[in-house]
């Protein structure tokens, strides 16, 4: 993804090298070659300084750039502390100091 995102900003500069030439080629290609400014400023915004090579290694969203994501990353990292802080508030609520809390991480499958 950051690759993209630096091609893009690659572009303007490719676009001055190409302005003025003689070639009629060069000179459709420059007129042609769209900066695409929207994107390359959202993708700029977006992406983190560092992105993995691989999406599923996450985290090629910046930080702070979606609250909603930034939520999920959290609870994603912090899920003991989110279900110490969950067992005690329902230990609190329900009277039942003996109350357990616990996660386990079983997949719900189908078979046909």
């Not at 609250?67 to 912090?78: A, I, S, T």
Request: proline share 4%; charged share 30%.
């Amino acid at each position: 993804m950051s690759h993209l995102g630096r091609t893009l900003a690659s572009l303007p500069k490719l676009k001055a090298r190409l302005a003025g030439r003689k070639s009629t080629l060069l000179c459709r290609l420059e007129r042609e070659l769209d900066l695409c400014p929207e994107l390359r400023s959202r993708l700029e915004s977006g992406l983190a300084d560092d992105c993995p090579l691989s999406s599923r290694d996450g985290d090629f969203i910046r930080a702070g750039h979606n609250p909603e994501l930034d939520e999920l990353r959290e609870l994603l990292r912090g899920g003991k502390q989110w279900i110490a802080n969950y067992q005690a508030e329902e230990i609190e609520r329900s009277k039942i100091t003996s109350l357990k809390v616990g996660y386990n991480r079983c997949l719900a499958t189908t078979s046909k």
